[in-house]
T-cell receptor, first 112, second 115 residues
Framework: GESVGLHLPTLSVQEGDNSIINCAYS??????FIWYKQESGKGPQFIID?????DKRQGQRVTVLLNKTVKHLSLQIAATQPGDSAVYFC???????????FGSGTKLNVKP | KAGVTQTPRYLIKTRGQQVTLSCSPI?????VSWYQQTPGQGLQFLFE???????NKGNFPGRFSGRQFSNSRSEMNVSTLELGDSALYLC??????????????FGEGSRLTVL
């Protein structure tokens, strides 16, 4: 399952609020998922990952939830800060070495 | 610890030319993957190399090729450039490949513009 990036949805939140970014993945055999953050002019930066044998993983201010039943992934950012403004991508590995399929991305806009 | 280094960062070519991009992975990482990023198609997998062997290949024409050296550094080449090849080319390194693979660490990319 490849994802095609044709439209970039935007999520606008107030500084200090919690953000939830969603991603639907396509391959039920995908075994590993990563959330990336990409700022303008930079390469994607790792945020958090989760393996398919888990349904929740927490990091610093971030939580990833995995629902394999509906093939859905979400990233929750607590107390969103202006520095969190970026494009967020989910990536799924289809069980085939390091071949990852990326979602189209969500632009997070944090208003001060 | 140095991150993934890509060179050149920016380059401009004309149609029909060829280009070679270079990637130095994080020290100790043996897997190098290449991705093409465009506004219309997002991030698309090109290929992955591990221990100098191509492990995976995406759905790109044969004009796109790559290789990996014994020190894990990788190059990708695009021949007979087309306007549609204008993109950000991202290299990512990982400690391993297959079941032991983990997160991908990306470089800043090489921005190619084809005129």
């Amino acid at each position: 399952g490849e994802s095609v990036g044709l439209h970039l949805p935007t999520l606008s939140v107030q500084e200090g609020d919690n953000s939830i970014i969603n991603c639907a993945y396509s391959n039920s055999a995908s075994d590993y998922f990563i959330w990336y953050k990409q700022e303008s002019g930079k390469g994607p930066q790792f945020i958090i990952d989760i393996r398919s044998n888990m349904d929740k993983r927490q990091g610093q201010r971030v939580t990833v939830l995995l629902n394999k039943t509906v093939k859905h992934l979400s990233l929750q950012i607590a107390a969103t800060q202006p520095g969190d403004s970026a494009v967020y991508f989910c990536a799924e590995r289809g069980g085939n070495f390091n071949k990852f399929y990326f979602g189209s991305g969500t632009k997070l806009n944090v208003k001060p | 610890k140095a991150g993934v280094t890509q060179t050149p960062r920016y380059l401009i070519k004309t149609r029909g030319q060829q280009v070679t991009l270079s990637c130095s992975p994080i020290s100790g990482h043996r897997s190098v993957s290449w991705y093409q990023q465009t506004p219309g198609q997002g991030l698309q997998f090109l290929f992955e190399y591990f221990s100098e062997t191509q492990r995976n290949k995406g759905n790109f024409p044969g004009r796109f090729s790559g290789r990996q050296f014994s020190n894990s550094r990788s190059e990708m080449n695009v021949s007979t450039l087309e306007l549609g090849d204008s993109a950000l080319y991202l290299c990512a390194s990982s400690l391993g490949s297959g079941l032991v693979a983990g997160e991908l660490f990306f470089g800043e990319g090489s921005r190619l513009t084809v005129l």
